[in-house]
């Protein structure tokens, strides 16, 4: 590619993507019961366990997040520019996260001492393997020849056609990361209510609907597809995240394709940033649609 692409640890993808894409990963940060210890939701070489993380969370422990650290963001990125490179950044939402705001602030002053570089960032306005997935297209339109402001462009004009829709399989998670009421918490446990929701054009995560039992709200997922996706569904590539429930996931990817001919399912974790708000149990499927 004739530039960089930079994006968050929240973007969900898979070590291979990464490294056969030459990406770069702005790991956002949590930490655990209050401890001063600072963990890197995703740092190269130095993951920290996901199927652990998860099983923390289903012991009790309180997982606070926070932006990525933002001198070691400028680090890398004025390294690149310093070997003459220009930069794509792909951000979180910034209707989850301050994440965005905080790095195209520090672009702009970066821009200041390197005015013959282009610096860009996007407001993704997606999260997980929708952001993912727009980093994934903007690498494919990147290696066919588009230059940084062509592929710039092309996901300010499509991320609004990259759909997300999620369930939880806990909504006492939803709860303390104040997505939803106590009382409804309380309620949708007891009833086996399970939420579907998505991330709007804004990029909030919205419940749309409530099913009863966690194979109805995977299947809603997947009905959601069938209405939504842009044809031909088959060749699109999806991608999944779940909360460490693997089985679960590869469930879904089954249904996937086989209801519509997907051959492309790429199956990740959800990172602990955005974990530490949905859960063990997250089950997230994304892909092209006619609108969010």
């Given at each position: 590619?004739?530039?960089e692409?930079?994006?968050?640890?929240s973007?969900?993808?898979?070590?291979d993507?990464?490294?056969?894409?030459?990406?770069?990963?702005?790991?956002?940060?949590?930490m655990v019961?209050?401890?001063?210890?600072?963990?890197?939701?995703?740092?190269?070489?130095?993951?920290?366990?996901?199927?652990?993380?998860?099983?923390?969370?289903?012991?009790?422990k309180?997982?606070?997040?926070?932006?990525?650290?933002l001198?070691?963001?400028?680090?890398?990125?004025?390294?690149?520019?310093?070997?003459?490179r220009?930069?794509?950044?792909?951000?979180?939402?910034?209707?989850?996260?301050?994440?965005y705001?905080?790095?195209?602030?520090?672009?702009?002053?970066?821009?200041?001492?390197?005015?013959?570089?282009?610096?860009?960032?996007v407001?993704?306005?997606?999260?997980?393997?929708?952001?993912?997935?727009?980093?994934?297209?903007?690498?494919?339109?990147?290696?066919?020849?588009a230059?940084?402001?062509?592929?710039?462009?092309?996901?300010?004009?499509?991320?609004?056609?990259l759909?997300h829709?999620?369930?939880?399989?806990?909504?006492?998670?939803?709860?303390?990361?104040?997505?939803?009421?106590?009382?409804s918490?309380?309620?949708?446990?007891?009833?086996?209510?399970?939420?579907?929701?998505?991330v709007?054009?804004?990029?909030?995560?919205?419940?749309?609907?409530?099913?009863r039992?966690?194979?109805?709200?995977?299947?809603?997922?997947?009905?959601?597809?069938e209405?939504?996706?842009?044809?031909p569904?088959g060749?699109?590539?999806?991608?999944?995240?779940?909360?460490?429930?693997?089985?679960e996931?590869?469930?879904v990817?089954?249904?996937?394709?086989s209801?519509?001919?997907?051959?492309?399912?790429?199956i990740?974790?959800?990172?602990?940033?955005?974990?530490?708000?949905?859960?063990?149990?997250?089950?997230?499927?994304?892909?092209?649609a006619?609108?969010?």
């Amino acid at each position: 590619m004739e530039f960089e692409i930079v994006t968050d640890s929240s973007s969900n993808l898979i070590e291979d993507m990464i490294d056969e894409f030459g990406l770069h990963i702005l790991p956002l940060t949590f930490m655990v019961d209050g401890e001063d210890t600072v963990y890197q939701s995703y740092l190269k070489g130095e993951h920290t366990d996901l199927a652990q993380f998860y099983t923390m969370m289903r012991d009790g422990k309180v997982i606070t997040t926070s932006l990525p650290n933002l001198a070691e963001s400028e680090a890398l990125m004025r390294g690149l520019l310093e070997q003459g490179r220009d930069i794509l950044y792909l951000g979180f939402s910034s209707g989850l996260s301050g994440t965005y705001e905080a790095t195209e602030l520090l672009m702009r002053d970066l821009a200041k001492d390197f005015p013959e570089r282009k610096l860009y960032a996007v407001d993704t306005l997606a999260a997980s393997g929708g952001e993912g997935l727009l980093v994934w297209h903007a690498v494919q339109r990147a290696r066919a020849g588009a230059g940084i402001d062509e592929v710039r462009d092309w996901v300010e004009d499509n991320k609004l056609n990259l759909a997300h829709w999620f369930t939880v399989d806990d909504l006492m998670f939803l709860f303390r990361g104040g997505r939803v009421s106590k009382t409804s918490a309380w309620a949708g446990t007891m009833l086996n209510i399970k939420p579907v929701m998505h991330v709007d054009d804004e990029g909030h995560l919205v419940p749309l609907e409530k099913v009863r039992g966690r194979k109805k709200s995977l299947n809603a997922l997947v009905d959601h597809m069938e209405k939504s996706a842009i044809a031909p569904i088959g060749e699109q590539m999806v991608f999944i995240t779940h909360g460490d429930c693997l089985e679960e996931a590869e469930y879904v990817a089954e249904q996937v394709k086989s209801r519509f001919g997907v051959k492309e399912v790429v199956i990740n974790y959800v990172d602990p940033v955005i974990g530490a708000h949905s859960g063990p149990g997250t089950m997230a499927l994304f892909f092209l649609a006619d609108k969010r």
